[in-house]
């Protein structure tokens, strides 16, 4: 039995999150709250959503196991929350076979999948990243989008000196830098790493000014983008494989 | 001879009303009042749009007969009040066969039509209908709009738990509803009804949250909705034929 | 050497205003401020926008001659200054053959051309104008705007009565108006000249409600527009050519 309420900025970040690399998903209910987990079609990026119980106003989860799992239609889960204001209360409930999605006045009933028939979760790999940036997500967000204007791939890369993305045109350039004073945190170690803009610009729907961006960075080796938003309600994380440098 | 000043919004509005279902119409002048009235191509809908003589800012109307009659391209006037603000003021003068549109320093002349040339007005028909729901308009037009997204119907019905609203997709389904109490007035009487989408979400655009909406519904039957609009200077109703369910 | 601080508004200013005519343009900067001139391809229009030295927030020109001059792909630059905001303050720096702008914590890397790779700026014609008309940018483009719903040219004409701009349809007109006391100033002379929206609708582009314009104009010659923009801080001038009435 699910039975939980959520505010409209949650669930939109829930959808635009997991949309942005898959249209279905397995959304999993623990007792301790909400995840989902899942890898785009390419195995190119990882998405992991969580939020803890407390991030809902309210939760009630009876699980027959561990867990109670359902296979979502997360595109149609994305359109609905369009609709739905962001402090706006959402009751979302499973009966039988339906997730009854219900705001103000309005109720969506959406059939859900069944979770055997969505691909598998992925493990999450461990992966060791020398470099940890903390900045604001929004100016992230900024970059990304003027950069996705002139390539369709970016370095990022630090050392001593900052943190630095960096993206080619065939003939601009545009270069982005913070020193250790102007980021929130950051350990100075060296990593640099090539990866697609065309990830990266759907990851930053997520996010916005105000909200808490860690970057874990290596070198030639996937990046860990992790995203505090909905005001520390909700977390969302990419690993992002790397393009290897010519 | 006709000379009348409207504030945009009114002008904004019958524009609006009318281009939903007619590209031209015949617009009445009468001493106590504005009014016109049309049925779509399809014989499916009808339109009433009246605005009495004290929702203009100054009415002079001196009609030779018991009103003055003349014939409009509804496209060109709302084309023209799209770039009117809505306190603004509108001067509309009837000067030969032109109608002169005057606001701040600019005046549009349109020509007029031979009113004997436009599609005769239909008379209202005389229907019975049990149910009487009062609710906001600016939510009724956001339930058509979400039914939109995943069906080309909707069923309305009433009983004595309230007023729903209902639309199923393939495989999903939206329910609106509110009850007595939640409705601004309401008679409980017992009244479903099927209706296009199509026709719904073009005539809730003359809608705003704020306005009234007085639903009348019956069985199989046609649907009256009649908004109050610009603070309760326009009126707007359509009536709307069923679809009949298998 | 050249190095500047200029605001956003004044940056996006000059952008729009080239692009309005070219997509490559030479940027003059001498001691006592910015300018740049081109012709169309068509030669039918001249723009000419000037940022004194003191419309910089800081201006810092070397020049071994009289002045630097560079080649800019003004396209590229238009994109550019669309991510910035009004009030942002953007340094340009011109190194090697590259222009470098930045602003936040971002900085762009523009390949410069090669000047005399760029159509040749034209001479400032002189041109005598016997009407002079002031009045609010702002109100100017909203006329200019609406003119291009229903024809491809205008007629501005003037005499003691006030100053007109007027374009027919095929079945429309509109009319727009102002006497010598709703003009800011107006010399009341004799003038009258067709024009090409076409050509308009790009000019009004660079000006906000609040701007001042002026307007030279004569009868069946060449129009000056002046536009005081960003607070007075650059000025863009248009000279467009009559159409010949019939």
Chains 1, 2, 3 share one sequence.
């Not at 959808?15 to 959304?27: G, H, I, N, P, Y």
């Not at 409930?93 to 979770?115: A, H, N, R, T, W």
């Not at 000196?161 to 545009?174: C, H, L, M, Q």
């Amino acid at each position: 039995m699910i039975d939980v309420i959520i505010t409209g900025d949650v669930l939109k970040t829930i959808a635009k999150a997991m949309v942005a690399l898959v249209s279905e998903a397995r959304f999993h209910f623990k007792e301790e709250g909400f995840h989902s987990r899942a890898v785009d079609p390419a195995n190119v990026a990882m998405v992991i959503v969580e939020v803890p119980a407390d991030g809902f106003e309210a939760y009630t989860v009876e699980a027959e196991e561990e867990e109670e799992v359902i296979g979502v239609d997360v595109n149609r889960v994305h359109d609905i929350s369009k609709t739905i204001k962001s402090k706006e209360l959402v009751e979302i409930k499973v009966e039988d076979s339906e997730m009854v999605v219900k705001f103000g006045s309005v109720q969506y009933s959406v059939q859900l999948i069944d979770p055997s028939a969505i691909r598998k979760e992925p493990k999450v790999p461990n992966l060791e990243l020398p470099a940890k940036v903390v900045m604001d997500a929004g100016e992230f967000k900024k970059v990304i989008q003027a950069a996705d204007k002139i390539s369709d791939h970016v370095v990022f890369r630090s050392d001593d000196t900052g943190f630095y993305i960096e993206a080619k045109g065939d003939v601009d350039r545009i270069e982005f830098h913070m020193s250790e004073a102007e980021l929130i945190e950051f350990n100075k170690a060296v990593a640099r790493s090539m990866f697609s803009v065309e990830y990266l610009k759907e990851f930053v729907k997520v996010a916005g000014s105000g909200d808490l961006l860690t970057i874990y960075l290596g070198t030639n080796y996937p990046v860990r983008l992790v995203f505090d938003v909905c005001d520390g309600k909700a977390k969302v994380e990419y690993i992002l494989a790397p393009r290897i440098e010519e």
